[in-house]
């Protein structure tokens, strides 16, 4: 977004709830995070947010950040054909689950 998309924001929030003012401070805070979203994704949020909300929004509320790519599907697959031969060959030792996986499983080792 742009400076002037973010105003034109800001101004339709403050058109829509009459008793909420931006301060500078926060104006500025606005234009750091608005800065990396799309604005039309960001205006169907606010859309949504004025038609079920009597609150402003804050910026978590119609945040839109651009979808990061990773490979974790494909780690993940690899990881899992490779199941059956690390559990051939390592009957006795208990194997730990890669770091990347942990996050999302209660045990630490296979």
């Known amino acids: 977004m742009t400076k002037t998309e973010v105003v ?3 101004i339709l929030i403050e058109s829509v709830y009459s008793n909420f003012v931006f301060k ?3 104006v500025q805070q606005w234009f750091q995070f608005c800065s990396e979203m799309d604005v039309e994704k960001v205006m169907a949020k606010l859309k949504k ?14 945040a839109v950040f651009p979808f990061e790519e990773n490979n974790f599907p494909a780690l993940l697959q690899k990881w899992m ?6 559990m051939e060959h390592n009957q006795t030792k208990r194997i730990t689950i890669p770091d990347w996986l942990t996050e ?3 045990r630490k080792s296979i």
């Open 8 to 10: 034109n924001l800001l």
């Open 81 to 86: 054909k490779t199941g059956p031969e690390r």
């Open 49 to 62: 947010h004025i038609r079920k909300s009597p609150y402003p929004p804050t910026i978590a509320d119609i």
């Open 24 to 26: 500078d401070e926060t």
């Open 104 to 106: 999302y499983s209660t």
